[in-house]
């Protein structure tokens, strides 16, 4: 089905979208009676007692092994299991076949895992986990915040999570080097941050990665983009041209990213570069880079603008750039301005008007000195597309703006809003935005570029009578 064909289904109640699926694994388990069930455990008083006196026999009988590769899950919980049978009959302590389960399971993420965090990485709906200390812990659950029922035992058991997660990255957190950013073997992102810098205690906060490549049917579904919207985005994509998307933290453009990266040909080469591994690209033909942290003496780093330089020299088709956030924005934009068309990346920004300020800011970061008409030219000429997403007031990651960047007018460089967010409907009872995105009427400039290249496009997307 052509992308006109796709709109004009639409109109007629019959749409069903028919963009490449992304391939992902399977995730069958239920876990979320499993998370409140070991929480409930966790926070009693007899069962933390008891977790503890089987907890200190099973380490007295593994010694030394504790923490070495040859002890895998299954042993330990095997060993966890027999050890809880003598306690159990020593203490006279009835407990039923899924508590004893449940408290195997609590041991082995104690000693092998993450500890009372063990069970929140495991639940799916939970894409953000966030450690202020023992004490406070909260999560982040369909967008919204909430308060965790479990809790570390001490400062000790905290640092011990937080280590077990930084060690195997190669990566050290101590007292001298007090703050690390990371990801886990799944592609979650973590920081940690511990005192002395920390003042209340070690603090953690985990981005879940998310099992499910989210596609642009799944936007559509949860009313975070329009039909519209992605097929004109579709159809800038296939036409190269280069598109920043721009929002909060936490907003959601590294999903947004992901599902504009889709519509990428296959057959084009595609290099990705990011301060941490997050794209999940359909591609076969992509290249994908990470920077690196400088050692302890501070040697050895590999940032984003070295990435940056050294992807020109590999023959990309499309550099997309995860997130630009320095002196990396002149490398990108001078790609950008000579042949390598079809780029992507995001950054901070509350509005795309302020996207363009922040990326005037980030060129005076490269520390070579333009004059601020020239800085603004480069930007008018290399970006395209601005895609503005947000996180609305009920926890909903929408898109709320896409503009065309236009030519440089004075000072400014204009932003020329094609679809804008409709908030007049409010809110419905339950408290979900019932806003959607609208067209402003505007007619880009660039669509006269995508029928050049033969790319069929219907302009009654934009709405009023545009034939």
Same mark, same amino acid.
């Given at each position: 089905?052509?992308?006109?064909?796709?709109?004009?289904?639409?109109?007629?109640?019959?749409?069903?979208?028919?963009?490449?699926?992304?391939?992902?694994?399977?995730?069958?388990?239920?876990?979320?009676?499993?998370?409140?069930?070991?929480?409930?455990?966790?926070?009693?008083?007899?069962?933390?007692?008891?977790?503890?006196?089987?907890?200190?026999?099973?380490?007295?009988?593994?010694?030394?092994?504790?923490?070495?590769?040859?002890?895998?899950?299954?042993?330990?919980?095997?060993?966890?299991?027999?050890?809880?049978?003598?306690?159990?009959?020593?203490?006279?302590?009835?407990?039923?076949?899924?508590?004893?389960?449940?408290?195997?399971?609590?041991?082995?993420?104690?000693?092998?895992?993450?500890?009372?965090?063990?069970?929140?990485?495991?639940?799916?709906?939970?894409?953000?986990?966030?450690?202020?200390?023992?004490?406070?812990?909260?999560?982040?659950?369909?967008?919204?915040?909430?308060?965790?029922?479990?809790?570390?035992?001490?400062?000790?058991?905290?640092?011990?999570?937080?280590?077990?997660?930084?060690?195997?990255?190669?990566?050290?957190?101590?007292?001298?080097?007090?703050?690390?950013?990371?990801?886990?073997?799944?592609?979650?992102?973590?920081?940690?941050?511990?005192?002395?810098?920390?003042?209340?205690?070690?603090?953690?906060?985990?981005?879940?990665?998310?099992?499910?490549?989210?596609?642009?049917?799944?936007?559509?579904?949860?009313?975070?983009?329009?039909?519209?919207?992605?097929?004109?985005?579709?159809?800038?994509?296939?036409?190269?041209?280069?598109?920043?998307?721009?929002?909060?933290?936490?907003?959601?453009?590294?999903?947004? =990213?992901? #599902?504009?990266?889709?519509?990428?040909? $296959? !057959?084009? &080469?595609? /290099?990705?570069?990011?301060?941490? %591994?997050?794209?999940?690209?359909?591609?076969?033909?992509?290249?994908?880079?990470?920077?690196?942290?400088?050692?302890?003496?501070?040697?050895?780093?590999?940032?984003?603008?070295?990435?940056?330089?050294?992807?020109?020299?590999?023959?990309?088709?499309?550099?997309?750039?995860?997130?630009?956030?320095?002196?990396?924005?002149?490398?990108?934009?001078?790609?950008?301005?000579?042949?390598?068309?079809?780029?992507?990346?995001?950054?901070?920004?509350?509005?795309?008007?302020?996207?363009?300020?922040?990326?005037?800011?980030?060129?005076?970061?490269?520390?070579?000195?333009?004059?601020?008409?020239?800085?603004?030219?480069?930007?008018?000429?290399?970006?395209? =597309?601005? #895609?503005?997403?947000?996180?609305?007031? $009920? !926890?909903? &990651?929408? /898109?709320?703006?896409?503009?065309? %960047?236009?030519?440089?007018?004075?000072?400014?460089?204009?932003?020329?809003?094609?679809?804008?967010?409709?908030?007049?409907?409010?809110?419905?009872?339950?408290?979900?935005?019932?806003?959607?995105?609208?067209?402003?009427?505007?007619?880009?400039?660039?669509?006269?570029?995508?029928?050049?290249?033969?790319?069929?496009?219907?302009?009654?997307?934009?709405?009023?009578?545009?034939?």
């Amino acid at each position: 089905m052509k992308l006109g064909e796709r709109v004009r289904a639409a109109t007629e109640g019959d749409f069903e979208l028919d963009f490449p699926d992304l391939s992902f694994e399977e995730v069958t388990a239920d876990h979320a009676s499993n998370v409140a069930m070991t929480a409930a455990l966790m926070e009693s008083e007899s069962f933390s007692g008891l977790r503890q006196k089987v907890q200190d026999a099973l380490l007295l009988a593994l010694g030394n092994r504790v923490g070495e590769p040859d002890v895998d899950d299954d042993e330990l919980k095997r060993m966890a299991r027999g050890e809880m049978v003598k306690v159990l009959a020593a203490e006279d302590i009835p407990l039923a076949e899924d508590e004893r389960q449940r408290l195997v399971d609590v041991i082995a993420a104690d000693l092998l895992g993450y500890g009372p965090i063990q069970p929140l990485l495991s639940d799916d709906s939970v894409s953000e986990i966030m450690v202020n200390g023992t004490r406070s812990i909260y999560i982040e659950k369909d967008g919204k915040l909430q308060v965790a029922s479990i809790n570390f035992s001490d400062e000790e058991s905290l640092r011990k999570v937080i280590n077990r997660i930084v060690a195997p990255l190669g990566r050290r957190i101590d007292e001298s080097s007090p703050m690390v950013d990371a990801r886990l073997p799944d592609g979650s992102r973590v920081c940690a941050v511990i005192p002395p810098l920390a003042v209340d205690g070690s603090s953690l906060t985990i981005r879940k990665f998310a099992a499910k490549k989210f596609t642009a049917e799944d936007l559509i579904e949860k009313g975070s983009a329009s039909v519209e919207s992605l097929y004109m985005i579709a159809a800038c994509v296939h036409a190269k041209l280069n598109i920043l998307v721009s929002g909060g933290t936490g907003s959601g453009k590294t999903t947004l =990213l992901n #599902v504009l990266s889709s519509f990428i040909p $296959d !057959g084009d &080469r595609i /290099i990705t570069i990011e301060d941490v %591994v997050e794209l999940q690209m359909r591609q076969q033909h992509v290249v994908r880079m990470e920077t690196r942290p400088g050692n302890s003496e501070g040697r050895g780093e590999i940032s984003i603008r070295d990435l940056v330089r050294t992807a020109l020299r590999m023959r990309p088709d499309r550099i997309v750039v995860g997130e630009c956030r320095g002196g990396e924005a002149l490398d990108m934009l001078q790609a950008m301005n000579t042949g390598h068309a079809g780029s992507l990346s995001t950054l901070h920004a509350n509005t795309p008007r302020d996207a363009m300020t922040r990326l005037e800011t980030m060129v005076l970061m490269a520390g070579i000195e333009f004059p601020m008409q020239a800085i603004r030219q480069q930007i008018a000429g290399a970006i395209d =597309l601005v #895609v503005q997403i947000g996180r609305l007031r $009920d !926890g909903s &990651r929408r /898109i709320v703006q896409i503009c065309e %960047v236009g030519r440089v007018v004075g000072d400014d460089i204009e932003v020329l809003p094609i679809f804008d967010f409709d908030y007049s409907p409010g809110l419905d009872a339950s408290g979900r935005v019932l806003g959607v995105l609208r067209p402003t009427g505007y007619r880009p400039r660039f669509i006269e570029h995508i029928k050049e290249l033969g790319i069929e496009f219907e302009e009654r997307i934009f709405g009023g009578n545009q034939e």
